[in-house]
């Protein structure tokens, strides 16, 4: 019973480490679209501030080239996040199904337990009541 005790905490353990790295992704997205939108805001500062909004003239700003550079790089970083997101949601939900499948042994091997226990009562009962 103790190697099913200590099953049931290494799934449970495994399970809650994938919920961590889902909501860690998630964390990451949010932050990561938070600050290219802080990104965006400052790019249109600029480019009002320097009266040129073409990144393809030769005035354009050397500040928003640079914001716009890591502005894409955040896009494409929220983009590999969102694809290690789906792949982290299905383990975690491959591990919250191992979860389940051995703690429902567990009760299945709890309750065995509890009804061979009550018929070696019974039994008992019965064998003194009948000395």
């Known amino acids: 019973m103790k190697s099913r005790d200590t099953l049931v905490r290494l799934k ?3 399970a ?3 919920r961590r790295r889902v909501t860690q992704i998630d964390a990451m997205i949010a932050e ?3 600050m ?4 965006d805001r ?3 500062n600029e480019e009002q501030r320097t009266g040129v909004g073409d990144p ?3 005035a354009y700003s050397t500040y928003a080239r640079a914001a ?3 502005r894409d790089n955040l896009h494409n970083s929220v983009t590999e996040l969102r694809g290690q997101l789906d792949e ?3 383990r975690l939900e491959e591990a919250t199904a191992e979860l389940s499948k051995v703690q429902t042994m567990e009760v299945r091997d709890r309750n065995s337990e509890v009804a061979r226990d009550r018929t070696e009562t019974n039994g008992a009962s019965l064998r003194i009541a009948g000395a």
């Open 36 to 39: 290219a939108t802080d990104l």
């Open 88 to 90: 982290a949601k299905a």
């Open 32 to 34: 990561f679209s938070r």
């Open 56 to 58: 393809g003239h030769f």
């Open 42 to 44: 400052e790019i249109a």
């Open 16 to 18: 809650e480490e994938k």
């Open 68 to 70: 716009r550079a890591r």
């Open 12 to 14: 449970r353990f495994q």
